[in-house]
């Protein structure tokens, strides 16, 4: 393995999900639902695999749902683009995030990323040779937030992009209109780039808005917009993803993605195309339920002895675990499938400042009702 892979090892998604299986545990770990997405969207999929699109679909992605992405951005952000040339299809956000990296950043340049980050954010930066300069949230007032003058000081003369993920994943926080308006002045100030990873974008509560950094004042000429269609429809296996920017970006972009990928799988953008179109009130159904199962595993761990944050997006909840007299996330993690049959993520491997995130774990809520009742009932006997 190249030596600026070394660092990574195996996801800790991958080995926390090993654990729940070896030890029959319940996986509030990785974050994937437990039933399906909307039904007559599955049915597309089986409907085009039985129509014969079976073959390579165009580099780009399937006219239709590039299409649809258009749309979609229009209709809920007033954001125009050309589904011929400023939308790119992807084998999920994943893979949008790393072309996206691989594409813009030169060895040497630096990423500003928020601690703690989603996983492939660092692997991404780490493979295309440049550095990330972290910038950690801290809790204020029951929400994890940064602080804008700790932001600007982590621009540096070489700094080319800073990756924004709101909704947040581990954290469950969402960006204010403020927070994301000091980003906004910052790629300004500085011409920076800003990569945002909005894959949670519908799944926010009570009442708080999603708002894409694309949004404000020139920044839609510097963003490269992504998300995916596994959190929203509850697909996550179908890895259909996607890029929105202006054509510059995207071109450069699928520069990258034609020789990681060529393409992406054709019958799932069908359907997924379908989904953008026909099934958002499923999705609005879908949020009102998550947000019953995040205030179920919130009341449950509280009942447990945990000290909760209780997120306004994502479907993560971030559990203090000191009341209970533990302060290492990560021994706690290890140790809690033995003890009581239950998977939870350490928070702390998804910063380089472990010790900020050593006091909590993130549980996942996206699952039944009788799964969240039984963690619960296990935790209790911590
Ligand atoms: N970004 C974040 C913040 C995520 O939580 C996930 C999903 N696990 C991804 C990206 C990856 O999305 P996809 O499965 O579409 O590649
Ligand atoms: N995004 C999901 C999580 O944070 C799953 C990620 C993965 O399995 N790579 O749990």
Request: with cysteine; net charge negative; charged share 20%.
């Amino acid at each position: 393995l190249v030596a600026r892979m070394r660092e990574f090892g195996t996801t800790v998604f991958a080995t926390m999900t090993r654990l729940a299986v070896e030890t029959g545990s319940i996986n509030l770990g990785q974050g994937f639902p437990d039933t399906d997405g909307p039904e007559a969207m599955l049915g597309r999929a089986v409907e085009a695999i039985r129509g014969g699109l079976n073959q390579y679909p165009p580099g780009p992605g399937v006219p239709e749902l590039r299409r649809a992405v258009s749309e979609h951005q229009k209709e809920y952000y007033g954001l125009g683009y050309d589904p011929d040339g400023e939308v790119l299809v992807t084998v999920g956000a994943t893979e949008a995030i790393a072309a996206t990296v691989l594409a813009l950043c030169e060895p040497g340049d630096e990423v500003i990323v928020f601690e703690p980050y989603y996983d492939s954010y660092a692997a991404a930066i780490a493979l295309s040779g440049a550095a990330r300069v972290p910038v950690p949230l801290r809790v204020d007032a029951g929400r994890f937030t940064f602080d804008p003058d700790e932001l600007a000081a982590a621009v540096g003369p070489r700094t080319r992009a800073i990756l924004v993920n709101s909704p947040h994943n581990p954290t469950g926080s969402v960006f204010t209109r403020e927070e994301l308006a000091s980003i906004a002045a910052l790629c300004e100030a500085h011409d920076l780039i800003a990569i945002t990873d909005e894959v949670y974008e519908h799944l926010t509560f009570d009442g708080v808005e999603h708002v894409p950094l694309a949004t404000f004042p020139g920044m839609r000429d510097r963003t490269v917009t992504i998300s995916s269609a596994g959190k929203s429809f509850s697909v996550t296996g179908w890895k259909v993803g996607w890029v929105c920017a202006p054509y510059a970006l995207v071109s450069a972009v699928q520069a990258v993605k034609q020789f990681m990928t060529f393409t992406s799988s054709a019958p799932w953008q069908l359907a997924v195309a379908y989904g953008l179109r026909h099934e958002m009130e499923w999705v609005a159904a879908q949020r009102a339920s998550l947000s019953a199962k995040r205030d179920r595993l919130t009341e449950g761990l509280v009942a447990a002895g945990f000290d909760v944050l209780r997120p306004a997006g994502t479907y993560f909840i971030q559990a203090d675990i000191r009341p209970l007299g533990f302060d290492d996330g990560l021994a706690f993690a290890r140790q809690l499938p033995e003890r009581v049959g239950v998977v939870a993520i350490p928070t702390q491997v998804f910063y380089d400042h472990s010790e900020y995130g050593a006091r909590y774990v993130r549980f996942a809520f996206c699952k039944r009702d009788d799964v969240i009742d039984e963690a619960v009932d296990r935790l209790k006997r911590l």
